[in-house]
């Protein structure tokens, strides 16, 4: 089978990552390996990725790759004793592979964890009823289906089918406790309070302990918007936020490089 891979820096899977959000589950932060696939089902204007340009559903620079590539780059992140981090892209485009890499990591005595845009609950439940994910990190990108159509560069209807699905997603989490669930949402120069509130409100609804919420500040890409909220702002945001939703783990992405790291909890700093 053949495979497409995002390379990075002009490299195939040199990406790595620290999982920084397991401090707030009392873990140590760990290196991540990134499996970057090159296919993506949304076009979000913001992508880092490049997920906007794209021609049936393959990333423009994505390089395709024989299957035992991906498999041997897994293989080494498990002997370094990373976790082994599915990402895009989203691995949603390729389930099936996606379902074989993370047996293969268990396989192995490996960590096995993914990022997802959290359309596809089908995939996420396989994955908790086959124990194959340690971590996992979902978007929730909006708080209606018109916000999702305007975030993730889709239709409106496909936007309705889509949003449905990740609180799906959310709640096949709900049950999965062994799973420890970091969700995104990116907010934006123009992202308000009462938008993150009704976005908090649906994960607290939909979640159980082993969940966490990072804010993660928008970072400026050429063909979207010029302007982002300032570090004050998101701080602020989440201290509020964490007032309304008391039992809720809040984090802010932007805080967290070079190994800082806070979150809010019953509107307290943590
Ligand atoms: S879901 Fe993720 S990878 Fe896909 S276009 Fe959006 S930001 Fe990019």
Known sequence: ?????????GELFKETRQAYFLKAFGEEVKEMRIIPFGKCNYSCPYCKRNGYNKHSCIIDGSIVVNEPVVFNAVSDAIDKGQIVRLSGGDP?????LSIKLLKFV????G???MAHNGSSPTLIKNLVDNHLLDSLSVDLKAETPEKLAKIAGISSSQSIIMWNKTIQTLRVLKYAKEVKVDIRTCVF???DFEELLKIGE?????SNENVFWTLRKYSIVDNFSTET???ESMKELAQMLSSQLPNLKIGIRVKWDNGAFFYYMNGKEC
């Open 1 to 9: 089978m053949l495979v497409y891979i995002i390379p990075y820096e």
């Open 92 to 96: 949603c485009t390729y389930p099936s």
């Open 106 to 109: 268990k396989k192995r005595n």
């Open 111 to 113: 960590i096995g964890s």
């Open 189 to 191: 120069n123009d992202t």
């Open 202 to 206: 649906i994960i607290q609804k939909n």
């Open 229 to 231: 909220k300032d570090t």
